[in-house]
Nanobody, 120 residues
């Protein structure tokens, strides 16, 4: 059974930084982060596949950076210049197949989520 475990969420002041981590029980081809605020739909944040291609939502470009370890089982999201509107539950998603996109439907496996709260 594939497991994804996130960590690193917390509360920060606007302008602060946080680093999220996601540990997968086996290597995955595609991994990424989604977020969901109360009353809102889950939205794509950042993605990285084994070929090294990264994709970012426009609202995080220049502020967030996604990376993976060499073993391809851990995923990271370095978040800087955080804004109150970044407040959400952040979910790690992973899939063994190639050609994954940025839709939640493209990912088979999900973590339990880690809360990020940014105070103004």
């Amino acid at each position: 059974q594939v497991q994804l475990v996130e960590s690193g969420g917390g509360s920060v002041q606007a302008g602060g930084s946080l680093r999220l981590s996601c540990a997968a029980s086996i290597p995955m081809n595609a991994m990424g982060w989604f977020r969901q605020a109360p009353g809102s739909e889950r939205e794509a944040v950042a993605f990285l596949d084994l070929s090294g291609i990264t994709r970012y939502a426009d609202f995080v470009k220049g502020r967030f950076s996604i990376s993976r370890d060499n073993v391809k089982t851990s995923l990271y999201l370095q978040m800087s210049s955080l804004k109150p509107e970044d407040t959400a539950m952040y979910y790690c998603a992973a899939d063994p197949r190639v050609g994954r996109g940025t839709s939640p439907d493209d990912y088979w496996y999900w973590g339990q989520g880690t809360q990020v709260t940014v105070a103004s």
